[in-house]
């Protein structure tokens, strides 16, 4: 099997800051000490209402990271502007809502692709990978292909919420079968969102799945142990 690779994302410590409006804690130092913990990339999302990360921690992010770093963001005209403007080493694609707590599902390309298309465009032209967040879903996958895209991120959330052992079952399958598809029009196959240290295993053994991307619960863990010992705890378990 390839080796995975761990994106952690870091967008709730900006959280944890901008619920006091102050300086702390500071979402750069938390990217260099998920990078510690053997972290093989650092993702953030920069949001329109800007809720958490800010375009200052994605600026210093960008520039003081060991690794590579990943922008996640809405195929807007502004946001294509700032990631043309920061250069990370890879965008991904994700639907915004102002009401949700966190992103809810995988971007429906196939109703927004008029408006996609021009910014992964821009954004390929410019040298930098672009991935679309996507549910396991086949229609919107060969979107995805069609676009352009270099990578899908597939959206695990079905999988980390369902109950019972035929629901979680029925979810994975979801999620091998979208990850051979995705990998058979030669895109990279990434992974993530709801993914704990007790849910991720059968996820890495999906063996087309390169990369996944976690955030909320390496941080829940980091607040009782700190982040460079989370990180390096869920690198231990998604190592092939």
């Known amino acids: 099997m390839n080796r995975m690779r ?25 990217a260099m000490l998920a990078e510690m ?20 921690d994605a600026r210093l992010i960008g520039e003081m990271a060991q690794t590579t770093v990943n922008l996640e963001m809405a195929a807007t005209p502004e946001m294509q502007e700032i990631a043309l403007a920061l250069r990370p080493d890879a965008v991904c694609i994700v639907p915004e809502r102002r009401e949700e707590v966190t992103t809810e599902g995988g971007l429906d390309l196939v109703r927004t692709v008029d408006a996609v298309t021009p910014v992964v465009k821009a954004l390929r032209e410019a040298g930098l990978r672009v991935s679309a967040f996507l549910g396991p879903d086949h229609a919107q996958i060969k979107e995805a292909k069609r676009v352009g895209f270099d990578a899908v991120e597939i959206h695990t959330g079905e999988y980390a919420n ?15 079968d979208a990850a051979v598809l995705v990998k058979r029009y030669g895109m990279q196959v990434h992974a993530g969102h709801g993914l704990t240290y007790h849910n991720v295993r059968p996820v ?15 941080m829940a863990r980091a607040v009782f142990v700190g982040i ?13």
């Not at 972290?39 to 375009?55: C, G, P, V, W």
């Open 6 to 30: 761990l994106g952690v994302n870091i967008d709730h410590v900006a959280t944890l800051r901008e619920a006091r409006k102050t300086t702390e804690p500071d979402p750069v130092t938390a």
């Open 37 to 56: 913990g053997g972290a093989d990339q650092i993702t953030l999302h920069l949001r329109e209402d800007r809720r958490h990360m800010q375009n200052r």
């Open 162 to 176: 369902a109950t019972g052992s035929a629901g979680r079952e029925n979810a994975l399958r979801a999620i091998h």
């Open 204 to 218: 890495v053994l999906i063996e087309e799945i390169e990369e996944l991307n976690i955030g909320h619960s390496i």
């Open 228 to 240: 460079e010992r989370a990180v390096r705890e869920m690198v231990d378990l998604i190592r092939r």
